[in-house]
């Protein structure tokens, strides 16, 4: 059986070429904005949506730095946010007096990103900062203050450059809209 990889795309939405302009411009931005401050620069990746986004970030940004993890959920097996934040996967390492870059996948309702930031931002950093690959903001519930945005999407079920559809689609290098058929 022949497996379509891009069975369930509607169209793509942003093309890989798009993307990959759009992370050099933010990494040559988060380079200019730490370059000058002598506090160590701690990436940290919100699993597993941000993994390919973070990877590809982080080598145009032209300064030393650590990456560290987060896995975080609040969607269990659905579509829509169940409200309820919980911590999968912590950081490995103290963040006291450091910079962190909080790197994310897309921002929708902002629910998950204001507990995450809240907990960083309790643990003594010197400064938490924020970067996403997509903002909709139609969709946001809560006030989240995002220092860097690759794209701002409207509402709609996109997959692809890390998102994923149970788990798939991550692989695809650009970001698409899903067909309907897919999650209806």
Do not use: H
């Not at 169209?11 to 798009?18: D, M």
């Not at 911590?87 to 629910?111: A, C, F, R, Y």
């Not at 990103?113 to 400064?127: E, I, M, N, Q, Y």
């Not at 450059?161 to 058929?181: H, M, Q, S, T, W």
Request: proline share 3%; with cysteine; charged share 35%.
């Amino acid at each position: 059986m022949k497996k379509d990889w891009e069975f369930g795309i509607a169209r793509q939405l942003i093309t890989k070429e798009a993307i990959a302009s759009r992370i050099r411009e933010l990494g040559k931005e988060i380079t200019k904005d730490f370059k000058d401050d002598d506090a160590p620069l701690v990436v940290v990746g919100l699993l597993k949506g941000s993994i390919i986004f973070m990877a590809d970030l982080v080598r145009e940004i032209k300064l030393p730095l650590v990456m560290d993890f987060m896995e975080v959920s609040s969607y269990g097996n659905g579509f829509e946010t169940t409200r309820e934040v919980k911590i999968l996967k912590d950081l490995e390492n103290s963040i006291q007096g450091k910079n962190i870059l909080v790197i994310e996948d897309i921002i929708d309702s902002g629910l998950t990103l204001k507990k995450v930031l809240k907990l960083l931002g309790g643990r003594g950093p010197k400064k938490v900062s924020l970067c996403t690959l997509l903002d909709k903001k139609e969709r946001r519930e809560v006030e989240i203050d995002v220092q860097y945005v690759g794209f701002e999407i409207p509402n709609e079920f996109v997959l692809g450059y890390g998102l994923d559809f149970k788990e798939e689609y991550r692989n695809i290098p650009y970001v698409a809209l899903a067909a309907e058929k897919l999650y209806k």
